[in-house]
């Protein structure tokens, strides 16, 4: 079985940084795809992020372009979403998908997600 385990969300004043980790275990994902999204109440989901296991390619959504950083740790198989400087609109329960094809666009494994609320 699959666990996408997301952790590292809380409440946050604007320009506030958060770091948030996603755990997987039941299968590597060294060669796979893993990313974030998220999802605002009364939104769709969006893509926020996503690295390929082969060669570290990252991929960055274009609401928080510029204030993330998406990194992975292969040993730990783990990913992380680093957010900087936080404003209000980036309030959305955050989770963590993951893929054995790198190229995928549509995700077989998914987290529970971690709320992030950042306030005014």
């Known amino acids: 079985q699959v666990l996408l385990v997301e952790s590292g969300g809380g409440l946050v004043q604007t320009g506030d940084s958060l770091r948030l980790s996603c755990i997987a275990s039941?299968?590597?994902?060294?060669?796979?795809?893993m990313a974030w999204f998220r999802q605002a109440p009364g939104k769709e989901r969006e893509f926020v992020a996503a690295?390929?296991?082969?060669?570290?390619?990252?991929f960055y959504g274009d609401s928080m372009k510029g204030r993330l950083t998406i990194t992975r740790d292969n040993v730990k198989n783990t990913v992380y979403l680093q957010m900087d400087s936080l404003k209000p609109e980036d309030t959305a329960t955050y989770s963590c998908?993951?893929?054995?094809?790198?190229?995928?666009?549509?995700?077989?494994?998914w987290g529970q997600g971690t709320q992030v609320t950042v306030s005014s």
């Open positions: 998908a993951a893929d054995l094809n790198e190229s995928a666009v549509k995700y077989t494994y």
């Open positions: 039941g299968r590597t994902f060294n060669t796979g795809v």
């Open positions: 690295i390929r296991g082969s060669g570290r390619r990252t």
